[in-house]
């Protein structure tokens, strides 16, 4: 076997793979999105851009989608660095671990159960009725894009605190000491030494939260009433009531396609922040 | 009207049989006049042929079913009951629209055995060669003679018999009285009326264009099945317009219904049974523009992997014994006199079951054009994105 053979042969697990799962199914999406709905539904085969013309139809779901995806990403960011630094630089160690599964311990619970907890907790019984406890009448919650922001802040929480907890625990301590020991402050110590060596795993965090948000679809469904839509909502809809899947193929080329530009302009960002330092590196 | 026990003469049962065929009278009046009802109630219970029976169990008919479905549309011991009796498990899929259960069968290879179409769509489903033939040879339980001819009809297409009759039910809207000084709301167009003023944030419609676009093309006084753009285009302005005051747009309006959240929604008939029996404020109504009436089926899909156990099934939840127990469970009515007979008087006399004819007739049965209209799916779409 020729060393080239080889390799090609190491390559092939994963190049099948990538085939499979991603090369054509994108392929299948983008060839349905120039077809046309079927009259009794579904797609039949054309070659025409009427389905990106009619895409400003769909400007609400996307507007939501930009603004909650990068609100909500933000909102878990800054939840959950105290919770991560605290975690990994000021627990006793041998609370550590209880606390960490204890973040876990959401994620054992399917999110359809837990989002009915907050149906209630939202709802007219739950924080509102506590609210008029105190004399706050009338507050209302559910249904609203604000009832979905906590439920996707709540959702995503662990998966943005373990990426930044695991950069803060690889952290080496005598650095910390080192930037004392010269006379920094502690505050100056933080924004020099710790959150800089914990880039990494903010922009794992954020990327994550943010690549899962732009596509989600059961929590706006959910704690939205129907009333907070996002593109993923009106893909499924798309897809199971209209069956109009030239158009929600269209729909979903062009999430694909924001998401992949998004995400550049945002790798480039995170890039720059760390170019001058070369132990820094993004995911 | 005359008494259960009362004789009736044969000219006069024709004359009533008449009525009822062109539904003149109510089922629920037919059977008593004529004595039917009281008459099958007896039978039922003295034939032991009526009763469930382990009757399968001789033939091997695989370890389970998959059956799709709708919610809370079905009393769980009753698949409980078929397990035990013919060894195969019943596993449960629920859908939310019909326009669901299309695209999934459209995908292909859904894997379901029975599956439960309205009647407006059993029409595409034979069009587009996605159900099967029934034969009645492996159900016998069903007896056509005994089932509503309005409520039965739609399973057959072009002579052939593709699905049998589960129940049926009308759509119309749940209030709580309560809220609006005791008085219940009586049209489409004070449906949409009162929930941009004073219900706004209370109010309710379906996840669902056949209902919502439905009753907002009757709030100008438009067929619920209407698919002309110009009206259309008003139905639009009209929901577009309705939508920053809902309380939400859900087929799963129960939950804040009972919880006082919501206080008025479009509502299936089976769902304001339960409602009212819960709660009395909440009183269910029609609306007096009308509004829809339909009828469930099972149905069996092409290419269903257990066909032998997808017959079985059918065929006992068609036994009026466990048809009984289903219709106390989802509080639909049924189409069958055999398990009508057999229901207990509360339900048959219900008005929310059974409403009075007048209230009936401006109802609309759902067409197929509805069910496939690209425009109505499209506006329902916009709407919900709006």
């Known amino acids: 076997m020729t060393k080239r053979t080889r390799n090609w042969l190491l390559l092939a697990p994963a190049g099948t793979w990538f085939l499979v799962m991603l090369i054509i199914p994108l392929s299948v999406v983008l060839i349905f999105s120039f077809g046309e709905r079927a009259p009794a539904g579904g797609v039949v085969p054309a070659f025409t851009f009427e389905q990106y013309a009619n895409l400003p139809a769909r400007w609400a779901a996307f507007k939501n989608t930009m603004t909650l995806a990068p609100i909500g990403t933000l909102s878990a960011l800054l939840i959950a660095y105290p919770l991560a630094y605290f975690l990994a630089v000021k627990v006793d160690p041998k609370w550590r671990t209880i606390l960490l599964v204890l973040v876990i311990v959401p994620f054992w619970t399917s999110i359809l159960i837990r989002s009915y907890a907050w149906i209630f907790l939202l709802g007219g019984r739950g924080i509102p009725a506590l609210l008029g406890w105190f004399g706050i009448e009338g507050v209302r919650l559910i249904n609203t894009p604000f009832a979905v922001l906590i439920g996707i802040i709540y959702g995503y929480l662990p998966l943005m605190v373990f990426p930044i907890f695991v950069s803060l625990d690889k952290l080496d301590k005598r650095l910390l000491e080192a930037s004392s020991d010269l006379g920094a402050k502690p505050w100056r110590t933080f924004l020099q030494i710790t959150l800089p060596l914990s880039i990494p795993g903010i922009a794992t965090g954020c990327m994550l939260v943010f690549i899962l948000l732009m596509g989600e679809y059961l929590i706006p469904a959910m704690l939205g009433g129907g009333k907070v839509f996002f593109v993923g909502n009106a893909l499924v809809d798309l897809f199971l009531q209209s069956r109009n899947w030239a158009y929600g193929s269209a729909v979903a080329v062009t999430l694909v396609f924001v998401m992949l530009i998004t995400v550049t302009i945002y790798m480039r960002l995170i890039n720059r922040l760390g170019a001058n330092r070369d132990d820094v590196s993004i995911m | 009207m005359t008494k259960d026990s009362d004789y009736i003469s044969k000219r006069k049962f024709m004359e009533e049989l008449g009525r009822y065929r062109k539904g003149s009278i109510t089922r629920r009046h037919f059977l008593n006049v004529t004595g039917l009802g009281a008459a099958t109630a007896v039978m039922g219970a003295a034939m032991p042929g009526l009763r469930p029976s382990p009757a399968f169990a001789e033939g091997n008919i695989g370890d389970r079913v998959i059956i799709a479905t709708w919610p809370n549309y079905h009393d769980p011991s009753n698949f409980e009951a078929f397990t035990e009796a013919t060894g195969a498990h019943v596993q449960v899929n629920v859908f939310g629209s019909n326009e669901e259960m299309l695209a999934k069968l459209q995908a292909g290879a859904t894997g379901w055995d029975v599956y439960v179409p309205t009647n407006y769509t059993i029409s595409t ?262």
């Open chain 2, 125 to 386: 489903y034979v069009d587009e060669g996605l159900i099967e033939p029934l034969d009645t040879s492996k159900l016998s339980n069903y007896d056509a003679s005994a089932f509503d001819a309005r409520y039965a009809e739609a399973g057959s297409v072009d002579g052939t018999l593709y699905a049998v009759p589960k129940n049926w039910g009308s759509t119309g809207m749940a209030v709580n009285t309560a809220q609006n000084g005791g008085k219940p709301i009586s049209s489409w167009k004070e449906f949409f009326d009162i929930s941009r003023d004073k219900f706004s944030g209370r109010s309710m419609v379906h996840d669902y264009q056949l209902t919502t676009i439905g009753s907002a093309l009757n709030y100008f006084g438009y067929s619920f099945n209407s698919v002309d753009e110009a009206e259309l285009a008003d139905a639009e302005k009209l929901l577009i317009d309705v939508k920053p005051h809902l309380f939400a747009i859900t087929s799963d309006y129960q939950p804040s219904m009972r919880n006082g959240d919501a206080w008025l929604t479009i509502c299936w008939s089976g769902d304001g049974k339960q409602l009212n029996t819960d709660m009395p404020e909440i009183h269910y109504v029609l609306g007096a523009e009308g509004g829809e009436i339909w009828s469930d089926y099972y149905a069996i899909p092409k290419g269903a992997p257990h066909t032998d156990a997808a017959y079985a099934l059918i065929n006992f939840l068609m036994d009026p014994t466990v048809n009984t127990k289903e219709v106390l469970a989802h509080g639909y009515p049924t189409a069958d006199a055999k398990t009508f007979a057999l229901l207990p008087d509360e339900l048959k006399n219900d008005p929310i079951l059974f409403p009075a004819q007048e209230l009936l007739s401006p109802l609309e049965f759902g067409a197929a054009a509805t069910l496939t209209d690209p425009n109505r799916a499209e506006l329902m779409a916009r709407f919900k994105s709006a």
